[in-house]
């Protein structure tokens, strides 16, 4: 059973920083391409940042580069969002997800690549 934990959410000021990890389990965690998810209320689910599973490729929504960098940690199944500069407008909950091709050549950038969810972790920026 595939098992996607995120923590490191929070309450935070505009122009702070968090953290987020996800810790994935029951599945090849080094094959899979990764991705971290956000959903405001009233909003979709959108995709703020994906990296692939050899680590080559990434990818970061315009909205939030130069201030979110996603990594991974293959030995500790581990994937992380690090997140700078924060604003009001990063208010969401931050989900991660594994895709649904194992070293695929591409770095998965649609929702429908990703197979395996988390249960989310609330991220609140006051202004």
């Known amino acids: 059973q595939v098992q996607l934990v995120e923590s490191g959410g929070g309450l935070v000021q505009a122009g702070g920083s968090l953290r987020l990890s996800c810790v994935a389990s029951?599945?090849?965690?080094?094959?899979?391409?990764m991705g971290w998810f956000r959903q405001a209320p009233g909003k979709d689910r959108e995709l703020v940042a994906a990296?692939?599973?050899?680590?080559?490729?990434?990818y970061y929504a315009d909205s939030v580069k130069g201030r979110f960098t996603i990594s991974r940690d293959n030995a500790k199944n581990t994937v992380y969002l690090q997140m700078n500069s924060l604003k009001p407008e990063d208010t969401a909950v931050y989900y991660c997800?594994?895709?649904?091709?194992?070293?695929?050549?591409?770095?998965?950038?649609?929702?429908?690549?990703?197979?395996?969810w988390g249960q989310g972790t609330q991220v609140t920026v006051s202004s």
């Open positions: 997800a594994a895709d649904n091709r194992p070293e695929s050549d591409y770095v998965p950038i649609r929702l429908s690549q990703y197979e395996y």
């Open positions: 029951g599945l090849t965690f080094s094959s899979h391409g």
């Open positions: 990296i692939k599973w050899s680590e080559v490729n990434l």
